[in-house]
C-alpha cells in the first residue's frame, strides 16, 4: 500500500470537512436546525459520525463553524459585487437583496437571535465576522450621505435600524407559527418580497427616485452643507 503524504492526507481532511459543512447547510434549508443532530449530518454528508466529531465536538461547534466559512465566503462576492456599482443607493439595493437571499438560503437564526442558541464565546467569534458586514453598510450609507443621495444621519444607527429589519424579515419568513420550516414560496413571490424589502430600506434610509425609478441626489445633501 502507498504511504500516503501529509499533503494527500491534508487534502483529505480538507474534502471531508467540507462535505460535512456543506451537509449540514443543505440540512439547514430543507429541515431547519431544531432537532438537527450530528448523526443526521454524518449520513447526509457520507462519512461516519465519528469523522464528524474528529472536526467538532458538538452541534454548536459545527454550527459556528458553518456560520463564519459562509459569512467569510460571502462577504468576499459582495465586495466583488458592490465594486462593480458606483451609485451608493444602487450599491445598498445590492447589498439588502444579497442579504434577504443569503439569510433565505441558510436558514440560520438571524442576527441577535444566534445568541440564543450560541455560548458567550462562539456568539462573540460569529459578531467579529457580522462586524465586518456592519462596517460594509456602514461605508456605503456613508458614501450616500456624501455623494448627497441619503440625508445626514448617523449611519451607524441606521446599519443596526437595517439589519434589524433583515433579521426580523428572514426570521419571520423562516419560521411557520408552531415554529417549523414553512414550504419554500414561489420563485415569483420571493422576487416580490426581495423587490420590496429593498425598495422599503432604501426609502428609509432617505433616498429618493424619478420617474424611471434612478435614485437622485437629494435638493440640499449633507455634502454641500458642510462644505458652505
Known amino acids: 500500500m ?3 503524504t501529509a499533503a494527500t492526507n491534508a487534502a483529505q481532511r480538507a474534502e471531508t470537512q467540507r462535505r460535512i459543512l456543506t451537509a449540514f447547510g443543505e440540512l439547514l434549508f430543507t429541515h431547519g436546525l ?19 466529531y474528529n472536526y467538532y465536538a458538538d452541534m454548536e461547534q459545527l454550527l459556528i463553524a458553518y456560520a463564519l466559512d459562509e459569512t467569510e465566503r460571502f462577504i468576499v462576492d459582495l465586495r466583488d459585487s458592490l465594486a462593480a456599482l458606483e451609485n451608493p443607493v444602487d450599491r445598498l439595493a445590492l447589498y439588502v437583496r444579497a442579504q434577504v437571499e ?16 450560541l455560548s458567550p464565546g ?8 457580522v462586524g465586518d458586514l456592519n462596517v460594509l453598510l456602514q461605508d456605503i450609507l456613508q458614501d450616500g450621505v456624501e455623494q448627497g443621495y441619503l440625508p445626514d444621519t448617523d449611519v451607524a444607527q441606521l446599519a443596526r435600524l437595517i439589519h434589524g429589519t433583515l433579521s426580523a ?15 419554500p414560496p414561489p ?17 428609509g434610509a432617505g433616498a429618493r427616485f424619478d420617474e424611471a425609478g434612478k435614485p437622485v441626489r437629494l435638493e440640499s445633501p449633507a455634502h454641500d452643507a458642510l462644505a458652505s
Open 2 to 4: 502507498p504511504r500516503i
Open 34 to 52: 431544531p432537532g438537527l443532530t450530528m448523526t443526521d449530518v454524518a449520513r447526509h454528508a457520507g462519512v461516519g459520525r465519528t469523522a464528524v
Open 102 to 117: 443569503d439569510l433565505s438560503r441558510r436558514h440560520l437564526p438571524p442576527g441577535p437571535a444566534m445568541a440564543a442558541v
Open 122 to 129: 462562539s456568539f462573540a467569534k460569529l459578531a467579529d465576522h
Open 169 to 183: 424579515s428572514a426570521a419571520r419568513r423562516n419560521r411557520t407559527p408552531d415554529g417549523g420550516t414553512p414550504p
Open 187 to 203: 420563485a415569483s413571490g420571493v422576487e416580490l418580497h426581495t423587490a420590496q424589502t429593498v425598495r422599503f430600506i432604501q426609502l
